[in-house]
């Protein structure tokens, strides 16, 4: 398959270590935000997602962060592994965006790129 | 696998000519979502069907429509195609509309026009 994106943000780590990765959102009224994992020839995978009811949440291996005063969010992995390599979007959603949370805006990606 | 079927998988096609794209969402969900994945646009939503019903509509060009049948299946149509109109499509489904729903993707349709 094809990946898709050019001159995306890359981020080299090694296997082991701990990576973060960095989403400037758009709109102060989004209110719930997703973390997309997409490899080379798939479709987005679910990683996690958190509202902005909420400033951290954890799942497994990943965290995600967020900073609403200034529209920050973040995706923490913790010992990065060769299999976490792929492009990673956050995306920004509000039942105010045509009456659908679907309508989610989706940042450009972070390629995340681990060495063994 | 996210339980999201799309077909065809890769489809070539010369300008001017229509496709068609078709998607099976997860068992269970009702509401089905469209996005276009570009080199230049990135991922942009398209459109939106709950239960057979449009609800939300993107950056949608007017060549382009959809529709969610009785047995929650969504097709998108894309006619008079054009160069631009190559990307891949994704189709996403989750178990209703709503804060907090999560959205599944499928593997996409990879579109070429020449």
């Known amino acids: 398959g094809e990946s898709v994106g050019l001159h995306l943000p890359t981020l080299s780590v090694q296997e082991g270590d701990n990576s973060i990765i960095n989403c400037a959102y758009s709109?102060?009224?989004?209110?719930?935000f997703i973390w997309y994992k997409q490899e080379s020839g798939k479709g987005p995978q679910f990683i996690i997602d958190?509202?902005?009811?909420?400033d951290k949440r954890q799942g497994q291996r990943v965290t995600v962060l967020l900073n609403k005063t200034v529209k920050h969010l973040s995706l923490q992995i913790a010992a990065t592994q060769p299999g976490d390599s792929a492009v990673y979007f956050c995306?920004?959603?509000?039942?105010?965006?045509?009456?659908?949370?679907?309508?989610?805006?989706f940042g450009k990606g972070t390629k995340l790129s681990v060495k063994p | 696998d996210s339980g999201v079927t799309q077909t065809p998988k890769h489809l070539i096609t010369a300008t001017g000519q229509r496709v068609t794209l078709r998607c099976s969402p997860r068992?269970?969900?009702?509401?089905v979502y469209w996005y276009q994945q570009s080199l230049d646009q990135g991922l942009q939503f398209l459109i939106q069907?709950?239960?057979?019903?449009?609800?939300a509509k993107g950056n949608i060009l007017e060549r382009f429509s959809a529709q969610q049948f009785p047995d929650l299946h969504s097709e998108l149509n894309l006619s008079s195609l054009e160069l631009g109109d190559s990307a891949l499509y994704f189709c996403?489904?989750?178990?209703?509309?709503?804060?907090?729903?999560?959205?599944?993707f499928g593997e996409g349709s990879w579109l070429t026009v020449v």
């Open positions: 709109n102060s009224a989004s209110d719930y």
């Open positions: 958190i509202r902005s009811n909420m």
């Open positions: 069907y709950y239960n057979g019903e449009e609800r």
């Open positions: 068992s269970g969900d009702l509401s």
């Open positions: 996403a489904s989750s178990v209703v509309e709503g804060a907090g729903n999560t959205i599944y």
């Open positions: 995306a920004e959603g509000s039942m105010n965006y045509g009456g659908s949370q679907g309508n989610l805006i």
